[in-house]
């Protein structure tokens, strides 16, 4: 019997429209965007980002000193990214509902402390949640196992009560192989959908 909801954040619980604010805010074509956002989530100092080893100006001195040519725009795309996140109200709602019902929410997310506040901490969903990781505070990030077994741990979760949402394969892989019944997102009608059958 599944009691225990767990929820990716960042295109799961809220919308990016990372590709818009470079384009239609900041004035970059499409491939302007596309070679930034490549440049920045592909390189390895991303993911020791969102594990908490690296902090938000030496990030960006990084990558500053690897693209001279692009100091401005990555500037401005760091420190300047208020209107990146995106509510996703229904998504909302719904997990409103399933509190009601009984359901426990918590939240399994890879995100920097610096980004996490910045984009969340005006977003009405985290009054709903019960409790959760985020992977700066652990240390570890998704798929590796320990986050999620960190998570189990700390909240003393039966993996065959939970339930995992998530718009990664891998993670939600990862998740499968704990025991844990994992969802792929893969809109934020796909989750409506899921989420109806609960």
């Not at 930034?36 to 594990?51: G, K, L, Q, V």
């Not at 590796?144 to 394969?169: G, N, Q, R, S, T």
Request: net charge negative; aromatic share 12%.
């Amino acid at each position: 019997m599944i009691k225990n909801l767990i929820f990716d954040v960042g295109g799961v619980l809220i919308g990016y429209r990372w590709k818009e604010m470079l384009t239609a805010d900041f004035g970059m074509s499409d491939d302007e965007a596309e070679k930034m956002a490549h440049m920045i989530f592909e390189d390895p100092i991303w993911r020791e980002f969102d594990r908490g080893c690296v902090d938000i100006d030496s990030l960006v001195e990084y990558y500053v000193s690897r693209h001279p040519d692009m100091e401005n725009d990555l500037r401005r795309f760091f420190y300047g990214n208020d209107k990146m996140a995106t509510e996703r109200e229904a998504v909302w709602e719904r997990i409103r509902q399933l509190k009601e019902k009984g359901y426990n929410i918590y939240i399994l997310s890879n995100y920097s402390e610096y980004l996490f506040k910045k984009h969340t901490d005006p977003m009405p969903f985290r009054k709903m949640i019960d409790g959760g990781i985020v992977s700066y505070q652990a240390g570890t990030i998704k798929p590796e196992a320990e986050i999620y077994k960190h998570l189990l741990d700390k909240y003393d979760l039966d993996p065959k009560e939970c339930m995992f949402f998530d718009d990664i394969k891998a993670n939600v892989d990862a998740a499968g192989a704990l025991g844990i019944d994992a969802v792929l997102v893969t809109s934020e009608e796909s989750l409506l959908e899921d989420l109806g059958g609960l």
